[in-house]
T-cell receptor, first 112, second 114 residues
Framework: NAGVTQTPKFQVLKTGQSMTLQCAQD?????MSWYRQDPGMGLRLIHY???????DQGEVPNGYNVSRSTTEDFPLRLLSAAPSQTSVYFC???????????FGQGTRLTVV | AQSVTQPDIHITVSEGASLELRCNYS??????LFWYVQSPGQGLQLLLK????DTLVQGIKGFEAEFKRSQSSFNLRKPSVHWSDAAEYFC????????????WGAGTKLIIKP
């Protein structure tokens, strides 16, 4: 049972570089989300999707893009990395908007 | 703005002692309430949730939580903690009129004394 798979687990970027964090789920969930986790701040929603082809902004979307071409995949793109984007990123999926969210293992990103 | 408060950044409890982690939310509408646990270096796992009905809900690993509307609270409890309960605990709240997008507390780190 793979659940929600995130890659990579760790990444170091230089300021200005771009990259894509991958997220895939095999549970046929419609709802997928990206969060960032910073010490003392809990989880903050970056972007979310309620189904293939539909995405929307969360609380902290600036500097990030997403797309949802398939039900399974929900990649997060950092357009031009900044030190303020150093964080742990979590992808989550759920069957519906009020159901339990299943989380990936996280990606620890450091921007130098 | 809607918010979720977990007043205790960290709590230290002796193994075998009882535990209560506090969670308060700000918005008055009927909330959907969750408690998640995060072990070091891991993702988050759902402990329990409240949508409606009995205000005392049972979860996994021997945890329970009670929804008290009058106090806008959803405190997490366990009668006797084990060393394996050492982790960070997050309370989250969703509302129907915000498309169920979850609002998260800052977390409470639980430390277990042997």
């Amino acid at each position: 049972n793979a659940g929600v798979t995130q890659t990579p687990k760790f990444q170091v970027l230089k300021t200005g570089q771009s990259m894509t964090l991958q997220c895939a789920q095999d549970m046929n969930h419609e709802y997928m989300s990206w969060y960032r986790q910073d010490p003392g701040m809990g989880l903050r929603l970056i972007h979310y999707s309620v189904g293939a082809g539909i995405t929307d902004q969360g609380e902290v979307p600036n500097g990030y893009n997403v797309s949802r071409s398939t039900t399974e995949d929900f990649p997060l793109r950092l357009l031009s990395a900044a030190p303020s984007q150093t964080s742990v990123y979590f992808c989550a999926s759920s069957y519906s908007d009020s159901a339990e969210a299943f989380f990936g293992q996280g990606t620890r990103l450091t921007v130098v | 703005a809607q918010s979720v408060t977990q007043p205790d950044i960290h709590i230290t409890v002796s193994e075998g002692a009882s535990l209560e982690l506090r969670c308060n939310y700000s918005y008055g509408a009927t909330p959907y309430l969750f408690w998640y646990v995060q072990s070091p270096g891991q993702g988050l796992q759902l402990l329990l949730k409240y949508f409606s009905g009995d205000t005392l809900v049972q979860g996994i690993k021997g945890f329970e939580a009670e929804f008290k509307r009058s106090q806008s609270s959803f405190n997490l409890r366990k009668p006797s903690v084990h060393w394996s309960d050492a982790a960070e605990y997050f309370c989250a709240v969703g509302y129907m009129d915000s498309n169920y997008q979850l609002i998260w507390g800052a977390g409470t780190k639980l430390i277990i004394k042997p």
